[in-house]
């Protein structure tokens, strides 16, 4: 129980520590268009893991690490310097330092080898620099048109790509922002992670499941333009644009998680 009460307490006091960051990340979250949407869930995901190694964790004696000292200076001096310049990327970041250096300072290395991948899975919620989001917005979506373009070739569209505009016979397809395929890539990338933890397999198999999840984000977002785009040549761009084009976001993400549980169920 004091352990619990302890963990309790810490979450609190970390909580005031990083308000500003919280209130940065939680803004990032929630904004129109996000990438990061999913940032909610992770703080509940990583409790549900700890609660679920409560037994583990119940026979675990503490033995406080000296060691965990100097990553909790580093992660709170890493935070309070990026709150005063307010980088508040680097200042989410400094969490996992902070929470690993507390962890091992108060209850030693067993402690901290049971709750590391709960720790780790913190990554997942904080929000990329914009820069780095508009870059990899960019070349995503290049790509997708370019590999989009291909297929329809292949499947006897005709079709020309100039940047992120697809040039069809009757039809002018762009793939915008939304279109590039980040915020599924990183959905995709978060559940990868998370499904393979909880596998039970060897650690090269988990590795393999959990990379499985770039191609299977990328091939899901491609084919979701190609149907865009036929949909758009056939029957108009109004047509694609209305219900099919809000609709096929969530039906190709439903294959896309059918495609990570099929490479489970090759791998098991």
Known sequence: ???????????????????????????????????????????????????????????????????????LITGL????????????FTSAFSILLTVTGLVLFLWGKKMLRAAAFPIIFLLFMVPFPLVVVGTATVRLKLFAAMCATHVLHAIGFPALQKGHLIYMKNAVVAVEDPCSGLRSLLSLLTLGVLFAYLKQASFPRKTLFFLSSIPIAMIANIVRIILLAGIADIYGVEAALKF?????????????????????????
């Open 77 to 88: 001096l890493v935070h309070l310097v990026s709150a005063l310049i307010k980088v508040y």
């Open 244 to 268: 099919f084009h809000d609709f096929s976001g969530f039906v190709v993400f439903g294959l896309a998680l059918g495609g990570l549980s099929t490479v489970g169920r090759i791998l098991r």
């Open 1 to 71: 129980m004091k352990k619990w009460i302890s963990l309790g307490v810490m979450s609190l006091l970390l909580t005031f520590a990083y308000f500003p960051t919280i209130v940065w990340m939680v803004d990032r979250w929630s904004a129109k268009d996000s990438y990061f949407g999913h940032g909610f869930l992770i703080p509940f995901v990583s409790l549900y893991l700890v609660w679920r190694k409560r037994k583990e964790i119940a026979t675990i004696v503490p033995s406080p690490s000296r060691w965990g000292l100097p990553l």
